[in-house]
């Protein structure tokens, strides 16, 4: 049974065999191989081209399973030596080597159908017949031991690298074993489980599967045996079989001799025509030359009559529609032709679109109802329904969009100058005023999640100023969004922050990821005079630059995943609204306000001329412009994250080559193995118009560092998946907590640092509204004894340069723990915290956070005054509360609330509702005890202690109780000792007159 060379379909299902210094080897093709997925332990991936083995990105258990027969082996043989080769795809994690170990099956367990598609790293939905982590044959029969049943005995190991290639697995004394006893006993080969790294994350290896579309990549089993005394070659129809004389001519064959062997193949090769695709046709081959070729092997002994048909497939033409057509009409009209007799149902093809073919489009300025833009205004601005054009080749798009804009409006606004938004739901099914407002998305919507469990359909919105410092009744809380035909209440934008590039778009529970996708997204730039006394490149010289990746249908419309998945990669990039647009820019520099709207995708942007980068400065942050300009040629955003950079353009000519910014950024960040990954941002053509030459400033703001030593806490975030058993896909969790489980109540005016610890593969982007932050620093740690986290000493690493500014979002990297400082400042109530990557944040990685006021006193001060009857009395509420107070003074004997103005008493109140309260031409009938009602900013209200005000006798000047002489001589004493004391009249200054009044209340009634 000796065979170099067989017939295609023995070698598809049996290999190819050789002898070898007396002994045979067998060149076997596996007959099952499969995925099992610790995290979807209903997923299956069977019938993919591809199967994985250990850790993903997310820290998730993969294992193969790979089986063998050996029937084709001589009954009776002697097995000597068996390796294995499995080649790793070129889609493998990056990292050190790993080892992958072979471990014996005990159970037997069915491949099953299912096909994810692409690198079917997180598998499909099982069906009958698959296997899975927790079933051997889905859904009947489980394993013992779920995660596949095996052997404690590793019967071969092997170190892994990423790199792309053949990994061959050396004979050992049990993989003789194993095979050994299966040829035995044929109905204990299970065949092997292969285990790699599974405590660390990105550990994953993915080979090729025994589905590859390319044979030579497919695992192979060399075996090497001695086959029983008594058998020799035998051929038939040019196939090589080592059996007995008996077995060989009574089946039709030729025996070569006892002893003889099958390498080389001692037997003929029959031929025949062999037809291609276009119709032309080769005579005299063999099968196997034939399917070397690319052909199709019309069978032993014929011939090229009649002629072969020219072949049809489906073909994907650049519009995204698939035609049934030849290989070369489909090569003709620059099509993708998807093989020969494949059809076009159930074909998605993509869009294929040229680069750089639109200009950029520029967001305009909000329009106020009242007042100006930079100045107090107030704006009602529309959500509506309009379609959009995101590339020259592509059709019209239904988007969605604030003031029927794509991006919305920017809106400009100035430090202390205050504006207010009313926010109107206006989603129709067309941008005509009295068509039917939507009741349905135009996306598909996972009821199952929270927020569209009880909104359903409806396309609710509601509005966040991300970044922004606001009232929680200004913030845009997720859970308050609204329906179309319905408003916000009217936002109030204080203005009361520096200066800072921040962004609006929708936040609704549940929802945020389509909204968002569907356009719901602008920026809000936010100016003061320490930035505009910088002279930095403004005007037509500042650009801000929305980041948003987007997938089409065949149609053109807005394509995104039909049901919930915890990540979305589009197809292409697009930039305020334009794929792969340009920019004319003039000889000078300009000033980019860069935003990633993306809802998953992160960027890490350069810019150059070919392979060479050219160097630009990031001057701000999220939340502001930094210390100094930091020089990068490179820079990382994540979702909802900001950069301010100033690129200098001065150096390129007209006849200079553009220069492309490029992003390198794999998805998901920073692990990838799930994109698409995409290169090109936008370009940028130079012109001969001058520009912006003036130099950047050396400095900017000073960024007063918070001292961590001022925190009253730290707090710590664990961000972690789990598997959504009721909806049935992965979620995303906070310290395995939900949207409505409220543990952190910081106390308004204090400060804290938190720490987020990721024990996943991605970096997760944690943004937290209400407060501006700055980043202390990453550390590495290992999970020790009750799932305790012990941070690695030694491995603190601080922010870079372009870090160590203001920030609302940090990038918190895998495996790390990355702390943040933040005080909590002005207003109190509840505000959400969340990832970034929308689809994590709409489940459920979105939790809240509760300002509340400290406990505070209150006293009246002076405590006991005393006073001459038509004086000025000041008494002053001392108070430790946080925020703005309110104050509301009080006479408790006979109980009096003061109002400003006359008591009724002959004298005068100020201040009734201020901290210093003040009696004007105080009279006897004021006398008695008096306090203030302060209120918190927190709604709490303490009373003071009380002020018992005494009122003597208009001429006791030393306030003895009574009047005598000695008053007349002390009266004088000031006087002449200039003395303002004497001032008797209150006119400012000392005269005659002071004398004459004090003697006329001296001598008359008391």
Known sequence: MRRLRCAAAVVMALGVWCGVSGADVVVLNADRDATIFEDNTSNANGAGVYFHVGNNSGGNARRGLIRFNVSSIP???????????????????????????????????????TNPGGGGGSGAAAVAGD????????????????????????????????????????????????????????????????????????????????????????????????????????????????????????????????????????????????????GTCTSGQTQEQCDNAGGNYRGNGTTCIPACPVLTGGCCLVNATCVVVSEANCDAQNGSYNGDNTACAGVTC?????????????PSVAVPDSGAPGD????????????????????????????????????????????????????????????????????????????????????????HLHGAHLAPESDGIPDLAFRPGQQSPVYQYPNNQQAATLWYHDHALGLTRLNVYMGLAGFYLLRDDAELSLNLPRGHNEIPLVIQDRSFTSTGALRYNDTFTDHFFGDFITVNGKVWPYLEVRQGKYRFRLLNGSNTRSYTLSMGQGSAPITFHQIGTDLGLLPAPVPMTSLTLMPGERADIVVDFSGFSVLTRPITMRNSAVSPFPGGGDGPDITNVMQFRFTADPGDTDPLPPSLVPVPPINPATAVQTRQFQLQKTFDNICGHDMWLINSLMWSDITEFPVLGTTEIWEWVNRSGVSHPMHVHLVQ???????????????????????????????QGWKDTVQATPNQITRVIMRFLDHPGTFPYHCHILDHEDHEMMRQFTVVCPSFTATASPSDPVVRRGQTLTID????????????????????????????????????????????????????RHGVFVTDTCGVTNVSSSAFITVLCAADFNL?????????????????????????????????????DFLALYFGPC
């Open 75 to 113: 009954a009776g043989s002697t097995i000597t030596a068996v390796s294995l080769a499995l080649r790793v795809d070129d889609g493998g994690n990056s990292g050190p080597s790993e080892t992958v170990a072979l471990r014996r099956l005990t159970q037997d367990w069915s491949e099953g159908p």
């Open 131 to 278: 296997v899975t982590w927790t079933r051997r044959i889905y859904n009947t029969t489980s394993w013992t031991n779920a995660g596949g049943t095996f052997s404690g005995t590793t019967s071969a190991s092997l170190s892994v690298s990423s790199t792309a290639g053949v990994k061959t697995w050396a004979t050992t004394a049990q993989l003789v074993a194993d095979v050994q006893g299966w040829l035995n006993t044929p109905s204990t080969n299970f065949g092997w489980l292969l285990l790699g790294n599974e405590a660390t994350n990105q550990t994953a290896r993915r080979f090729s599967s025994r589905q590859n579309a390319t044979s030579s990549e497919r695992p192979k089993l060399t075996v090497t045996f001695t086959p029983p005394a008594g058998t020799g070659a035998c051929c038939e129809l040019g196939v090589c079989t080592v059996v007995t004389q008996a077995s060989c001519t009574g089946g039709g064959g030729t025996y070569q001799g006892n002893g003889t062997a099958c390498a080389p193949n001692p037997c003929p090769q029959p031929t025949g025509g062999c037809c291609f695709g276009n």
């Open 350 to 362: 993509p869009w294929v679109l040229v680069p750089f073919q639109d200009p950029l489009p520029i």
């Open 376 to 463: 107090v205004a107030s704006y009602t601005i529309d959500m509506v329904q309009f379609s959009h054009q995101f590339h020259a080749s592509l059709p019209m798009t239904t988007v969605w969009g604030y003031e029927g804009q794509y991006p919305g409006p920017t809106f400009e606004a100035r430090r202390g100058r205050p504006v207010e938004v009313t926010w109107r739901n206006d989603l129709r099914h067309h941008n005509i005023l009295g068509m039917p407002l939507r009741n349905t998305h135009v996306l598909n919507i996972d009821q199952c999640l929270h927020g569209p469990d009880v909104t359903g359909r409806d396309p609710v919105t509601v509005v």
């Open 773 to 803: 932050f700055q980043v202390l620093n990453r550390q590495d740690f290992t999970v020790g004894p009750g799932d305790t986290i012990v941070p690695t000493a030694g491995t603190e690493t601080p922010p870079g340069a372009n870090e």
């Open 877 to 928: 509420a001392v108070t430790n509360a946080v925020g703005p107070a309110t104050y509301q003074w009080r006479r408790t004997d006979p109980d009096v609330t003061f109002v400003d103005g006359p008591t009724g008493n002959g004298s005068t109140v100020s201040g009734a509702t201020a901290a210093a309260f003040t009696y004007t031409n105080i009279q006897f009938a004021d006398a008695g």
């Open 960 to 996: 003895s109780g009574s009047v005598t002489v000695q008053d007349l001589f002390d009266f004088l004493a000031a006087y002449f000792g200039n003395q303002m004391s004497a001032d008797i009249n209150n006119s400012g200054g000392l005269s005659v007159q002071d004398i004459f």
